[in-house]
């Protein structure tokens, strides 16, 4: 009697995917070939796509430097707090990418509450773009990390424990293997997110060709003038994006067995 | 099939006339109300209009574009409603006072891209000034933002010294801001236009909304916000 359950999961599945890929193959089949090579060609999108992954990258390796063992707090430790500091780390997931913008002007803009500090080192550089960028993928790998964590059976701790071995050799080498695949599925998830951003980098960081102008500001500049263009890098962004996806994923699946 | 009908009746059932303008108008327009606004770069708009969105009326902060749609028969024939003046904007307590300032080292600018039309201004006059001069403030060019609210937001936040943006923007501020005039003969032409969209399902609505703007209500606070007669 389950056949008409499966039957609607089929169905939801199916308008799920392809509502989901609908706009991807739409600007697979829109981009011209021609010019898909042709804006390979183009100095200001290969400065933007190279922006876009050096910063990403930068960020990503920021995010999970200090990310992973703070998640290993989150996930082993409870104290008062515990609930507010989570809902803390998390909340950059659910802000709206203006709000993101102007809270980091705010904090670290020349008028912010560490303008003193940062004056203007980061406000309309590349490293503010890569603080924009960490600030909202962080919570991506958090999140996951700290689920990872938590989910890492409590019997291997506890054998690592008796054999000897104190927190920090613990904490590398028995629990980072166990959660690599949760570890590696919330860098591809924060990794797309920061080559995906657009709103706070755009406020925070500005727009400058080859300094600030990463993929998706380059994309938007490039919709008024020449749609054909934005489409091909569009897709290529995609297709980059797609591939560090599905590898990210594929080596935690390995990391698991 | 159930869902895309929902989301189609939250845009096409909806009575209210949809106005896509220049950012530079929303001041005027807000207070004006009466339609939906989608304000944004007036390139940007016009680009949405060529990939199909079909709001009602296009207002833009120049000719080049509505006139561009018109030949191309996407709008109707467009209308000037209103001038407007480039000028630099710096923060109250600037010691900015000419565009010969904008050239030494350190100083840190913003403009437009040079595909919105404050951009495209901001570029004529710049054009017009000494080959050494130019490149000097170009050099110092920090940020080219999408539309006029961005380099207003970088002035206002100290993220730069000075950003080229429209007197109506300095005029919204409140006196946050302080325009630095152009001198005549560096003051590009500014004139918005503004057309109702091929197909628009308001086209009477749309007309008077435009019409408005030329000799209404909307042409009054047009000129309180700074703006002047076309």
Request: net charge positive; glycine share 10%.
């Amino acid at each position: 009697m389950t056949r008409p359950f499966v039957i609607v999961c089929g169905a939801a599945l199916s308008v799920a995917v392809a509502f989901l890929a609908l706009p991807v193959v739409a600007v697979f089949a829109d981009a011209p070939p021609r010019e898909l090579v042709s804006s390979l060609g183009d100095d200001a999108a290969l400065d933007a796509l190279r922006l876009s992954f050096e910063c990403s990258a930068l960020a990503l390796a920021a995010v999970i430097v200090i990310g992973t063992p703070a998640a290993w707090l989150l996930a082993t430790r409870r104290f008062p707090g515990h609930a507010l500091l989570v809902t803390i780390v998390e909340l950059p997931l659910v802000m709206p990418p203006a709000v993101a913008g102007i809270g980091l002007l705010a904090a670290l803009g020349p008028d912010g509450i560490l303008g003193g500090i940062s004056g203007r080192h980061l406000v309309l550089q590349t490293a503010g773009v890569v603080v924009a960028l960490a600030f909202v993928s962080a919570p991506f790998y958090l999140r996951l990390a700290q689920a990872g964590f938590g989910a890492v059976e409590p019997s291997l701790i506890e054998a690592s424990r008796t054999l000897g071995a104190g927190e920090a050799r613990t904490f590398a080498r028995v629990a980072i293997p166990a959660a690599r695949g949760a570890l590696g599925a919330g860098a591809a998830l924060a990794w797309g997110r920061a080559l995906g951003e657009f709103g706070a980098t755009l406020m925070f960081a500005g727009s400058f060709r080859g300094v600030t102008q990463t993929a998706p500001l380059a994309i938007y500049e490039r919709f008024s003038t020449d749609l054909p263009a934005a489409l091909a890098l569009s897709a290529v962004l995609i297709a980059v994006s797609a591939g560090l996806l599905f590898t990210v994923k594929l080596a935690g699946r390995d990391a698991v067995r | 099939m159930a869902a895309v009908l929902v989301v189609a009746g939250c845009g096409g059932g909806s009575d209210q006339l949809k106005v896509s303008a220049a950012a530079s108008l929303q001041p005027p327009f807000t207070a004006l109300g009466g339609a939906r606004f989608s304000f944004a770069g007036s390139d940007q708009l016009a680009a949405q209009i060529r990939a199909g969105a079909r709001p009602d009326v296009f207002a833009a902060a120049n000719s080049k574009l509505p006139d561009a749609l018109y030949a191309d028969g996407l709008v109707s024939k467009p209308v000037a409603f209103a001038r407007n003046q480039l000028v630099i904007a710096v923060r109250r307590g600037s010691t900015i006072r000419s565009i010969a300032q904008l050239a030494p080292p350190g100083v840190a600018i913003a403009t437009g891209s040079a595909t919105v039309p404050v951009g495209a201004y901001t570029a004529t006059t710049l054009a017009r000034l000494p080959a050494a001069q130019r490149a000097a403030i170009d050099r110092n060019v920090r940020s080219r933002d999408p539309d006029v609210a961005g380099v207003v937001g970088k002035v206002m936040e100290g993220a730069v010294d000075a950003g080229f943006v429209y007197l109506t923007d300095v005029v919204a501020t409140r006196g946050r801001l302080r325009a630095v005039r152009l001198p005549p003969a560096l003051q590009p032409e500014v004139v918005y236009e503004a057309a109702v969209v091929r197909g628009s399902l308001h086209a009477a609505a749309a007309r008077a909304f435009v019409r408005g703007l030329v000799d209404g209500r909307g042409a009054a606070l047009l000129r309180r916000a700074g703006f002047e007669a076309p």
